[in-house]
């Protein structure tokens, strides 16, 4: 166990590094909570959940070794928030802009591949995985069988651990050394610019004017509710305390269906999901002022 949290602590921190290398596209601590998901999901398989079976050993040892790379892979790709940053709506732009997306989100990526990949390594490490798949259970395997049958038996097993941790060894150095390459081509192809320009200027414009937009909804909405609310209260307080909340709810509920349980109803009624079609202006001949025009209904 000593042994296993050395080399658990060393991937952690050479992982880390590369993060960093990478330019922080991704948080450090997150990376770091997923190295360590995998050294827990590590030992939870091999210690209380792995048993290896009598029969279908050879899928059962597969499933344990290729079925948390392909979960991490996703739980990798869906918490990534900036490959979903520079990725939502790309099939919407120009195939040229999509290649420049593709090519930015690519660090993303690439980090979203290294926890799957730690946990090959961790799992071909822990040998048990890999001796089941090739080998079976041990102790089914020695079952009735003479000393000499059991000696070769069990240097046949002593084998299939020594070629897994073998494998283990090249995933990481393979690992090692294609993290180096990918960091090395990064660095090499960088422009590194720090002057900021128009472009970054409406970025920061267009950020904060979305976020402030954003800030200013809720207390809107806190405020007309409010005032709804102190609404339905003033026009049943002639009623007992039992019959206000009643009616209260009767008029929420009408008022806000989804809320009231109509899944596909919408949030206020009377309110719309469809985005308001913009006015449209023209600009005259003479160069005057554009001359709005009423919305075009369908």
């Known amino acids: 166990m000593a042994t296993e949290?050395?080399?658990?602590?060393?991937?952690?921190?050479?992982?880390?590094?590369?993060?960093?290398?990478?330019?922080?596209?991704e948080i450090p601590f997150k990376s770091f909570v997923l190295s360590l998901l995998?050294?827990?999901?590590?030992?939870?398989?091999?210690?209380?959940?792995?048993?290896?079976?009598?029969?279908?050993?050879?899928?059962?040892?597969?499933?344990?070794?290729?079925?948390?790379?392909?979960?991490?892979?996703?739980?990798?790709?869906?918490?990534?928030?900036?490959?979903?940053?520079?990725?939502?709506?790309?099939?919407?732009?120009?195939?040229?802009?999509?290649?420049?997306i593709w090519v930015r989100a690519s660090g993303s990526l690439f980090l979203a591949?290294?926890?799957?990949?730690?946990?090959?390594?961790?799992?071909?490490?822990?040998?048990?995985?890999?001796?089941?798949?090739?080998?079976?259970?041990?102790?089914?395997?020695?079952?009735?069988?003479?000393?000499?049958?059991?000696?070769?038996?069990t240097k046949q097993f002593n084998q299939a651990k020594s070629d897994s941790q073998v494998i283990a060894w090249a995933l990481f150095i393979s690992f090692t050394v294609f993290s180096a390459a990918v960091v090395s081509a990064r660095r090499f192809y960088k422009i590194?610019?720090?002057?900021?320009?128009?472009?970054?200027?409406?970025?920061?414009?267009?950020?904060?004017?979305?976020?402030?937009f954003n800030s200013k909804l809720k207390p809107m909405a806190q405020e007309k509710a409010k005032e709804l609310v102190d609404s339905l209260m003033e026009k049943f307080k002639d009623q007992n305390r039992e019959s206000l909340v009643r009616m209260c709810e009767v008029e929420l509920e009408e008022r806000y269906p989804n809320h009231s349980g109509v899944v596909a109803g919408k949030y206020r009624k009377g309110g719309t999901?469809?985005?308001?079609?913009?006015?449209?202006?023209?600009?005259?001949?003479?160069?005057?002022?554009?001359?709005?025009?009423?919305?075009?209904?369908?």
Not at 8 to 13: A, H
Not at 118 to 125: E, M, R
Not at 277 to 295: F, H, N, R, W, Y
Request: net charge negative; charged share 20%.
């Open 38 to 100: 995998i050294f827990g999901l590590q030992q939870f398989f091999s210690n209380i959940v792995f048993s290896c079976p009598e029969k279908n050993y050879v899928a059962y040892g597969v499933l344990f070794i290729v079925g948390p790379f392909v979960i991490l892979f996703c739980i990798s790709m869906q918490v990534s928030e900036s490959f979903w940053a520079l990725t939502t709506g790309c099939c919407r732009v120009p195939l040229y802009r999509q290649t420049v």
């Open 5 to 25: 949290n050395k080399v658990f602590s060393i991937v952690v921190n050479i992982y880390n590094t590369f993060v960093k290398q990478l330019e922080g596209t």
């Open 113 to 153: 591949t290294l926890p799957p990949f730690l946990w090959l390594v961790f799992a071909f490490a822990s040998k048990d995985f890999y001796v089941c798949a090739k080998l079976g259970s041990k102790e089914i395997a020695l079952e009735n069988k003479t000393k000499t049958e059991q000696a070769e038996i």
């Open 192 to 212: 590194n610019r720090k002057l900021q320009g128009q472009e970054d200027f409406d970025k920061y414009e267009a950020d904060e004017a979305i976020t402030y």
């Open 273 to 298: 999901s469809s985005r308001p079609k913009p006015l449209i202006s023209t600009m005259p001949d003479d160069g005057g002022e554009a001359v709005p025009l009423q919305p075009t209904h369908a």
